[in-house]
T-cell receptor, first 108, second 115 residues
Framework: GIQVEQSPPDLILQEGANSTLRCNFS?????LQWFHQNPWGQLINLFY???GTKQNGRLSATTVATERYSLLYISSSQTTDSGVYFCAVEGGNEKLTFGTGTRLTIIP | GAVVSQHPSWVICKSGTSVKIECRSLDFQATTMFWYRQFPKQSLMLMATSNEGSKATYEQGVEKDKFLINHASLTLSTLTVTSAHPEDSSFYIC???????????FGPGTRLTVT
């Protein structure tokens, strides 16, 4: 099946800093989604982005499908951005495969 | 955006009993729902795909007789953990696909503890 790798596994930043999270995948995809899992476990949809670039406030994402990677940018980090960020992809079998996640900690 | 609910949000049960978890799409119809399991500090693992009106498709290694899935309507799927044991303790999360798209929306999860 399709493989998904995320980096870095852990990231600790000062409030106000910018960050870039990366997601590499091993095959062509119909679906790529970025999620933020908050401390209570809820997965929050950030982006549906199988290709191209999208922006939503301080967050933006870019997927280069031909090179099989996606980047999530967080600017001017806030403590509420802390949590685990997951990339998940679907390669044509209707099933999302999740990466191992990036644990982001924002220090006041 | 689309909203998915789960009930209960947490449950404690005794070993040998069964537990039912409900997953509902509140403002859209979902022909396909999915059930995931997440252990502490790990990623989500797909357990099964639930299609309305047909039998669920289970991932390799998931016991279909232990994890019973019913998708009786376009807005409701249920997962029943039968004869639960402590090793079934985990965080169970459902998702629903918006019809006509590939995008999935997730419920808030159910934390199951089996004593």
């Amino acid at each position: 099946g399709i493989q998904v790798e995320q980096s870095p596994p852990d990231l600790i930043l000062q409030e106000g800093a910018n960050s870039t999270l990366r997601c590499n995948f091993s095959d062509s995809v119909n679906n790529l989604q970025w999620f933020h899992q908050n401390p209570w476990g809820q997965l929050i949809n950030l982006f549906y982005i199988p290709s191209g670039t999208k922006q939503n406030g301080r967050l933006s994402a870019t997927t280069v499908a031909t090179e099989r990677y996606s980047l999530l940018y967080i600017s001017s980090s806030q403590t509420t951005d802390s949590g685990v960020y997951f990339c998940a992809v679907e390669g044509g079998n209707e099933k999302l495969t999740f990466g191992t996640g990036t644990r982001l900690t924002i220090i006041p | 955006g689309a909203v998915v609910s789960q009930h209960p949000s947490w449950v404690i049960c005794k070993s040998g009993t069964s537990v039912k978890i409900e997953c509902r799409s509140l403002d859209f119809q979902a022909t396909t729902m999915f059930w995931y399991r997440q252990f502490p500090k790990q990623s989500l693992m797909l357990m099964a795909t639930s299609n309305e009106g047909s039998k669920a498709t289970y991932e390799q290694g998931v016991e279909k007789d232990k994890f019973l899935i019913n998708h009786a309507s376009l807005t409701l799927s249920t997962l029943t953990v039968t004869s639960a044991h402590p090793e079934d303790s985990s965080f169970y999360i459902c998702s629903a696909r918006v019809a006509g798209t590939y995008e999935q929306y997730f419920g808030p999860g159910t934390r199951l503890t089996v004593t």
